[in-house]
């Protein structure tokens, strides 16, 4: 983005919506100009929601088990990992893997069921699993819409936006990966620029590249310029998102870059990606099956490699329309699965990953808002651990946008309210302000009220909660309007956090050393 026009229309925002200095600093104590104080990771202290009882579950874990073991799973082009199989007892039949009953479950009590994510700033590091969740932004979009309101291929200029926003975002834990596909770099060069941008532009933890095994080798080795090897080697500082080739196949590629990562003890995301109907069965329980299968091999596999290196279960899931193919999202079904395959999980005793704020809208609009409420909320209430896509995804993720990231970021906030529970403090129970206010009077000048008001609700940055005549004063703004001010005064903002130079030097160098290594290639 231009960082000029991005001043300009933050001004302009401002005197048109009539704020004077007091209005504009409400609004910044809100996370208004500039962001909020970071809020940390959740802890949820809600319960999860299930919807499988004990028998449920059996059903699925057996016929998962009868399809590692009758049908397989094929482990392509890949003669290591078939020979690893081998050595650990699954019977091999050219690619596919047939497995032993239990052999999967043996083999992943060696995987943690919980672990710390370092940031290079230790302010910031994470918890993965538990009662923990932390909110990742969009993931893999090769398109943007911008501030302008423009649908374009998305630029290295807009990943370090959207890295920034996530830097910024008081309620994202973590600035992600592939945020959005830089088309005007490189295929073969961009991760470089990628991960670069996770380093210098946010402090929060990071991901991985994980498109051939040497972008992944790539990613370590930056990674331990900044941590040191030895760290690197000894704990999590990258999560790398592993992708089951549904249904039933693990490629040469996702292959590649688990075995690197698990190697270097960083942890693989193993997720089925799953568009029910086309790449799993149309039924809730015969999804599910499919994808405990999957990630009973690909998770079991990195404990061939490295045992204890960190995993998660993760899926993702969505339903398609049966007339044009199309996915979709919000719906019933894939809520269902992800409910069932958080209870899986946690029977593995691994952590997990599903949801985000996804939808199938092609602009930030009632669509976009309640197919994502649909999906964030139970994300939230099926206990995920690690959230990827919570903010800034549109068009079945096709697009990263601008303003549905700041409108997503602002409902991620909430769900830190909602996952805080009840109050049962002397203070949360309130008996003061109910023997002062007495029956007939109101709570609006009690003294509890008075002490509590700034943090008793959730107040949202973007909400309009105003009477009608004073929406119309102030110009009647969309909340995709006020999000574009919102966004352009974030970035007008944004300061980098601080890097030490050695390091930075050190980075810079590795990228060019590499970039010299290679021709550019574009596909």
Not at 108 to 134: C, D, M, Y
Not at 320 to 341: C, H, K, R
Not at 351 to 366: E, I, Q
Request: glycine share 8%; hydrophobic share 40%.
């Amino acid at each position: 983005m231009d960082e000029t026009t991005e001043q300009t229309g933050a001004a302009a925002g401002r005197r048109s919506r009539g704020e004077g200095r007091g209005a504009a600093a409400r609004r910044a104590s809100r996370g208004g100009a500039g962001a909020g104080p970071q809020m940390p990771y959740i802890t949820r202290k809600i319960a999860v929601y299930e919807v499988l009882d004990e028998e449920g579950l059996s059903i699925i874990e057996r016929n998962a088990d009868t399809v590692l073991e009758e049908i397989g799973i094929e482990f392509r082009d890949d003669a290591e990992a078939l020979d690893m199989w081998r050595k650990a007892g699954a019977d091999v039949k050219g690619e596919r893997v047939h497995f032993p009953k239990g052999l999967c479950r043996e083999l992943l009590k060696t995987a943690p069921s919980q672990f710390t994510w370092h940031a290079r700033n230790p302010e910031r590091s994470v918890q993965i699993g538990g009662k923990a969740t932390v909110f990742a932004p969009v993931y893999g979009s090769p398109f943007v819409r911008d501030l302008d309101g423009n649908r374009r291929y998305a630029t290295l200029e807009d990943f370090r936006n959207l890295v920034k926003l996530a830097y910024m975002a008081p309620s994202i834990h973590s600035s992600g990966g592939t945020v959005c596909e830089p088309v005007d770099i490189p295929v073969n060069k961009r991760h470089l620029d990628m991960v670069y941008s996770h380093i210098k532009y946010s402090d929060k933890p990071f991901m991985g590249s994980v498109t051939a095994p040497e972008r992944a080798e790539d990613s370590v080795a930056m990674a331990k310029l900044v941590f040191g090897e030895e760290f690197v080697e000894n704990n999590c500082v990258m999560l790398n998102l592993i992708n089951a080739n549904s249904p039933m196949v693990f490629d040469e590629t996702m292959l590649g870059a688990a075995k690197v990562y698990a190697r270097h003890n960083q942890a693989c995301v193993l997720s089925p990606f799953i568009l029910s109907g086309a790449m799993s069965p149309v039924t809730v329980a015969g999804t599910l099956t499919q994808i405990l299968a999957e990630v009973l091999a690909g998770a079991s596999f990195t404990q061939l490699v490295r045992p204890g290196a960190p995993v998660l279960f993760g899926t993702f899931a969505a339903s398609i329309s049966m007339q044009s193919g199309a996915p979709t999202f919000g719906t019933p079904e894939p809520a269902l699965v992800s409910y069932g395959a958080a209870q899986l999980a946690r029977r593995l005793g691994l952590p997990f990953r599903t949801g985000g704020s996804l939808c199938a809208s092609k602009v930030p609009d009632a669509q976009a808002a309640h197919e994502s409420a649909n999906t964030l909320n139970m994300t939230l209430l099926a206990g995920t651990n690690f959230v990827l896509h919570a903010a800034g995804w549109l068009e079945g993720g096709l697009a990263a946008c601008y303003e549905k990231f700041m409108i997503d970021q602002d409902q991620l906030g909430m769900m830190q309210k909602m996952a805080a529970g009840v109050d049962l403090s002397e203070s949360g129970q309130a008996m003061d302000a109910i023997r002062e206010v007495g029956p007939g009077a109101h709570y609006l000048g009690c003294a509890h009220t008075q002490a509590n008001f700034q943090t008793a609700f959730y107040r949202s940055a973007l909400a309009d909660n105003n009477s009608f005549e004073q929406w119309e004063i102030e110009g009647k703004k969309r909340i995709e309007d006020r999000a574009n001010a919102l966004c352009r005064s974030w970035l007008d903002a944004y300061e980098a956090p601080s890097l030490d130079p050695a390091i930075d030097e050190a980075l810079l160098a590795y990228i060019a050393k590499r970039k010299d290594e290679m021709p550019d290639a574009f596909s």
